[in-house]
Nanobody
């Protein structure tokens, strides 16, 4: 089992920045990829960014590429999402997720953290 706890959400003006953190605990040695997803009101959850746990290869949704940066700090079992140039359409609940090496799916999820961007 892997437990995930997000932090860092909040209220920010358009054009501003926030950094989200996701602290992992439990069987962190079994992780393949860590990802960030988001869900806006009335919309389906969507992929934002991902990073491989061992090598650090990153992948981004087109809507955030060039504005968001995902990174990991293995020694602290923590993944970050630096969000710059925020837009009102980035408003959503952001979720951290973990994909263990034994599967091809994100099996573990955090509780989510709210990000609200106002213009």
């Amino acid at each position: 089992q892997v437990q995930l706890v997000e932090s860092g959400g909040g209220l920010v003006q358009a054009g501003g920045a926030l950094r989200l953190s996701c602290a992992a605990s439990g069987r962190t040695f079994s992780l393949r990829t860590m990802g960030w997803f988001r869900q806006a009101p009335g919309k389906e959850r969507e992929f934002v960014a991902a990073v491989t746990w061992s090598v650090g290869t990153t992948n981004y949704a087109g809507s955030v590429k060039g504005r968001f940066t995902i990174s990991r700090e293995n020694a602290k079992n923590t993944v970050y999402l630096q969000m710059n140039s925020l837009k009102p359409e980035d408003t959503a609940v952001y979720y951290c997720a973990a994909n263990p090496i034994t599967t091809n799916t994100y099996d573990y999820w955090g509780q989510g953290t709210q990000v609200t961007v106002f213009s």
